[in-house]
């Protein structure tokens, strides 16, 4: 039970510790202002010993006001300002200094300290003027012969505020480099997600539109009575759903990263003609051209063309699907093109473009490098994509 309770104190101080910390600007672990507090004690309680002050109401008052800031801060939680706490830790190191001067001192130490920290939390022109502020103080008790060594104390505030400014940049530098992290990291599960999105939208999208061809198909013909024709569109329309099921399978095991052992591998240019052939069977007036060798295209080139294909007749199945298509795939002249055209439908000035089908081709053309274009084109709505040969 005092276990547990211990280990929950200790992590709602280190909480509170790097709140403080955020508050000023700074995301140090909590540890570091621990160790420059418990130091500050231990120096202030050897200022004092060495001093034989602890009978001394003056000295004791010296050595409590020199960690005083720290204190406050580790007990309560409250920030003073850094000019404050840089007045009252140089006010109890000259009580002590002042009062009682010893050789040597652990006094001036606290100074160093209070550089350094003050360096660490705070902007640099604000820090150097409060390290000048304190060696000028120790320069001055040097002159005045109640600090003896009063130069290399002087340097060592110097490299204490040099040590701090260095601590806080490379502070800085480390949260520039977690915040680009986690802004990578966003964006690529952003990334991560609108690919699983175009995937379940273009095999998602064709299939529906490619069975409800075939639904529509059977449904004719069970108005005429022709049940052969209603089984044969309905198990089109089985065939067709089921490969979405595997391919959808497919998609999503590469986009997670896994291996997609056990299902049939992602489709290619090659499969471009299925993919139109299949269309023709649930209804479409669709023809298809192919030039060059579409099987040699890597395996990415291949599937964006593929899905920029899938999408393109799915469109026409949705939008006008009783019109006159083409399918082009031509691999030539150093480039490879893919062209999808259909006729406009009376009265129907163009394919409606709201929705995720146009933006998805035109994104995926942009991941292959390629030129892509959709719109109208001597009366017929043409999806075209251009890219180097490979």
Known sequence: MHGGSGNALLRRYKARIEADCAIRGVQYPWWIPTYSGVAGVALAVAAVAQRHGFDSPLLIAGGLVAIAPQAIWLLTARIMPVLVEAAIVLGGVLILMIDHPVDPDFAP?????????????????LALGVAVVHMTALAILGFDGKLTGAALYVVGVAFGADAGIAMRWQMRALQAERSKRDIAAREAVAGERARLAREVHDVVGHSLSISLLHIAGARRSLAENDLADVDDALRHAEDVARAAMVDLRGSVSRIAGGSGSGVRPLPDA?????????????GLQVAYDECGEPAQLPAGVGLGLYRIAQES?????KHAPDAQARVALERAHGAIRLEVRNTVPAGLAAPETVGAGLPGMATRAEQLGARFSAGLADGDWVVETVLADV
């Open 313 to 317: 007749l799915a469109n026409i199945a």
């Open 270 to 282: 090659t499969e471009i003609a299925r993919l139109v052939a299949d269309a023709r069977n649930a």
């Open 109 to 125: 130490f606290l100074l160093v300290l209070a550089a350094a920290e003050t360096a660490a939390t705070t902007a640099v022109p």
